[in-house]
């Protein structure tokens, strides 16, 4: 049966009818998007009207965000902007640290003595008073005034306490969490646990080895990249949020009993996405991961499509992590690091190509991004694969020759549009510099050099939200109000495609979704506004009503 | 690491990896094997630490009976005194010393990459320890050469040098150093070991950087002394790295104060060792 919808404008994407008033939907498909009369010689139908004040364009897709976010929201919102949790709750902004704290009260207060929480550590937990977990934090927008041990033992001295930040590489731990972790000692030398004038460590964790030792005793996962059935049912929920309709899980472990609960969850009736997790590559040598990718690509199904492998590179900016060239940080900290070896990185490129199994690498720095981008070409020349697509995750700081070299190649690129907003001020002032930060995550270069081209959220780094992030590569703004890079903007039009059909194109499944014609998969992002008419400094208001996933409907405000 | 495995010696050693496959245990010495442990004759475990060093590391200090040592090969890539550090925020372990395994055929070309060459610049001056290895593989020149760029590049570390990676157990481990062993096999760099009686106190400390320092060229030390405050204590040197903590209560009252000092035999001067060491009675 054949069911028409109405509506007050259906924005295609597809450039043979850019427009369109119905679009037919049957078995979850797009019949065709036209003229009613048009539309009704396919023969019997329903015509449905409830988005007829709506627009409808194809549901939106987040090239790389990490489903954990839906876990993520068990924890307190510490984050200094606004933001919707999965029930749809609007978290305000804490614009001090001492909003923080008093959130943090407030949630301590909600806490029950004794009752560990289910999903809480396995030790330590037990042994006492429940963790408390914040997450998001960003001192940044705080002048920097760092959060101290003693700030949370002001919250709870008895309660472990630990606040994650917004990068996810930082936290700040009390008393209680050090104490547990063996921490609250003297004589500690590591450069990722500053001390204090009384030579014991301020509660401030810098990097994934110093925090895990902690982590696991205030209420985060032994993997904090995880997620469960519950989290990615949330992580769902986000999605029709934000009009997404097929979404991608980055850095995904992807071990028999994770798939096993993505493909139940994912074929709930109720599921509202499609889900492309990406194996991530620490772990295994590239031969077990390659050989493990093509193993998982059969186990696919409709909303969760497997067989993907994400490997990284080096580490991220604002950390001082990335690998650059010449000249390096601007604040003169010493490069960055490796998180593969070069050699490693090459084999997996030519046996992934050898087996037809696509690969998206995190490159951050512009080094980072050179020696994926020459190791890629090394690979291809052994295993020519025309149309492969690989492609590179953030490439933040890839200049014009760079972006040339990978159109050349066929090297796709999802750039991180959102950081201008969130970190552009701090690149500017610190990290890479006024120049570097005007050409960061070149979108207009990108485009004009013809290359595949999404942009992305990396939520939970920063919200889930693709016409935010569309906003965000159309303006250029930063949290000052800075304007990063004027030559770098791209059109209305074009973010909307690059948070569409371009980031379809990055996972090959542009013949299926990030348009709306006939054949292709019967998704949309129901939006109350238009957003070709709403105005490009306004992009980021453009209100979501919901989506249609699969020609199955889900009102935001009903979830 | 099969070298190694295959002359524990009764001890327990925990081998962690990052990935089974990138180091090919020997057949023979496996037990038993799963997908993160391989059981290996005497006790010993080799284990894949996959995505997260910290947690495997937490998960190990957890095992029962705990390994005497864990060995843990850092990935290609890998910052050793980043990870040194790490480990020493951790309960239950004692960091011994930071081994960098160099190629003799390679190092210098790999240093000299536009990619890896800082990186392993950094392996190099982390080293407590640096072994060269395939020493065979190169002509008596050549490993002149590389032996000499080599101590430009470590911060004071001693070299040895071996072939197919047969490094003697005692450079490599304090719990090997002063222990009763089996037949010693044979080495490319046959390592001396002088044992020093230390009847009188001594400022312990003083002792410790004295026998770290470069000039001492010392593989490694380990003592047990009375120090300046009647107390007994325990020092361990590998390389410049050196620390000093008080003796467990039992030992504390019977077993001889003595100095083991292990180094290449053409570097120890052993008259000059013990000048360094009575400089330093309390």
Redesign the interface.
């Known amino acids: 049966m054949t069911t028409i919808y109405a509506a007050r404008k259906v924005i295609t994407m597809n450039p043979a009818r850019p427009v369109a008033t119905h679009v037919a939907v049957r078995d979850g498909r797009i019949v065709g998007a036209g003229p009613l009369e048009e539309l009704a010689r396919w023969g019997a139908h329903t015509l449905d009207t409830r988005f007829a004040d709506k627009v409808l364009m194809p549901g939106l897709v987040e090239g790389h965000a990490h489903t954990m976010e839906g876990v993520f929201w068990r924890y307190v919102y510490c984050g200094y902007f606004d933001r919707t949790d999965p029930d749809g709750r609007r978290w305000e902004g804490a614009k001090s640290v001492e909003a923080v704290l008093d959130r943090l009260r407030e949630a301590e207060a909600a806490l029950s003595d004794f009752e560990a929480r289910p999903d809480g550590p396995k030790d330590g937990g037990a042994e006492g008073k429940a963790p408390l977990t914040g997450f998001q934090l960003d001192p940044i927008y705080f002048d920097n005034r760092k959060v101290s041990r003693a700030d949370l033992d002001a919250v709870s001295t008895e309660r472990p306490i630990g606040v994650v930040h917004a990068s996810c590489h930082i936290m700040n731990v009390n008393s209680r969490a050090l104490e547990l ?3 609250l000692r003297p004589g ?6 500053p001390l204090g004038e009384d030579g014991l460590p301020t509660g401030e964790l810098k990097g ?3 925090m ?2 902690v982590s ?1 005793h205030i209420g985060f996962d ?2 904090m990249l995880a997620c469960d059935e519950r989290g990615l049912r949330d992580f769902g929920k986000l999605c029709v949020r934000a009009g997404v309709t097929t979404v991608t899980d980055l850095a995904a ?1 992807l071990t028999d009993d994770v798939v096993a609960m993505m493909l139940d969850v994912t074929a709930e009736n109720d599921f509202p996405a499609r889900v492309v997790p990406l194996r ?1 590559f ?4 590239p ?2 991961l390659i050989e493990n990718a093509v193993v998982l690509r059969k186990r696919s199904s409709d909303r969760l499509r497997l067989g993907m492998v994400k490997v990284v590179a080096d580490g991220s900016i604002q950390g001082f992590s990335a ?1 650059m060239r010449f000249p390096g940080y601007f604040n003169g900290a010493p ?1 960055g ?8 990185l090459r084999e997996t490129y030519e046996r992934a190509l050898a087996a037809d199994v696509h690969v998206h690498t995190h490159t951050n720095g512009d ?1 980072a991004t050179q ?1 994926a981008i020459e190791l890629l070409e090394g690979a291809l020349r052994k295993h020519p694969s025309p149309d492969h697509r690989f492609t590179l995750q953030h490439c933040q700081l890839a200049d014009a020759a760079q972006f040339r070299r990978m159109a050349a190649l066929g090297i796709g690129v999802n750039l991180f549009a959102n950081h201008h907003f969130y970190w552009g001020d701090e690149h500017y002032a610190l990290t890479v510099g006024p120049e570097r930060a005007e050409r960061m995550n070149a979108c207009r270069t990108a485009l004009d050099n013809g290359l595949t081209m999404g942009i992305h959220s990396d939520a939970p780094i920063t919200p889930l939200a693709p016409l935010f992030t569309a906003w965000c590569a159309v303006n250029r703004l930063t949290a000052s109000g800075r304007t990063l890079g004027e030559h770098e903007k791209i059109t209305v039009a074009e973010a909307l495609e690059a948070i569409t059909l371009g980031a379809a194109r990055t996972l090959k499944l542009d013949g299926e979704i990030g348009s709306i014609e006939a054949g292709k998969r019967a998704d949309f992002a129901v939006l109350e506004d238009d957003p070709t008419e709403i105005g490009a400094e306004t992009l980021r208001d453009v209100r979501v009503w919901g989506t249609v996933q699969g020609g199955r409907i889900f009102d935001a405000a009903a979830l | 690491m099969n070298h190694l495995l295959r002359h524990a010696d009764g001890l327990r050693l925990a081998v962690l990896v990052n990935e089974f496959g990138a180091l090919p245990i020997d057949a023979d010495l496996i037990e038993a094997q799963d997908e993160t442990v391989i059981a290996i004759a005497g006790g010993c475990v080799c284990c894949s630490y996959g995505n997260d060093l910290t947690l495997a590391l937490m998960d190990m200090a957890r095992a029962d009976p705990a390994p005497d040592h864990v060995i843990l090969e850092a990935s290609g890539v890998a910052l050793p005194g980043a990870i040194a550090a790490s480990v020493s925020l951790l309960q239950g372990y004692a960091l011994d010393g930071i081994v960098t395994l160099c190629d003799a055929e390679t190092v210098r070309e790999r240093a000299a990459d536009p990619y890896m060459g800082d990186t392993v610049a950094r392996q190099i001056s982390d080293a407590d320890l640096l072994v060269l290895n395939k020493t065979d593989l190169v002509s008596t020149d050549e490993r002149a050469a590389v032996e000499d760029w080599l101590r430009a590049g470590g911060e004071g570390a001693e070299i040895v040098t071996a072939v197919h990676g047969a490094v003697p157990p005692e450079a490599l481990m304090r719990s090997v150093v002063g222990r009763r062993r089996a037949p010693a096999v044979a080495h490319d760099m046959p390592l001396h070991t002088l044992s020093i009686a230390m009847d009188r106190p001594v400022d312990a400390q003083a002792l410790a950087r004295a026998l770290a320092d470069p000039a001492a060229g010392l593989v490694r030390a380990k003592g047990f002394v009375t120090g300046a405050d009647g107390e007994a204590c325990i020092l361990q040197i590998v390389g410049r790295r050196w620390e000093v903590t008080p003796a467990p209560a039992p030992a504390a009252t019977d077993a001889p104060r003595a100095v083991v000092l292990i180094g290449v035999a053409t570097r120890m001067d052993e008259a000059a060792l013990r000048r360094r060491i009575d400089g330093c009675a309390a």
């Open positions: 972790a063996g921490l500690i030398n590591h450069p990722g646990v994934p080895d110093v895990t030792p696991v032994r993997d472990r991530f620490q772990g295994l040598t031969e077990a690998r490069n690091l490796w998180y593969i070896p070069p050699e490693q080094e020696l």
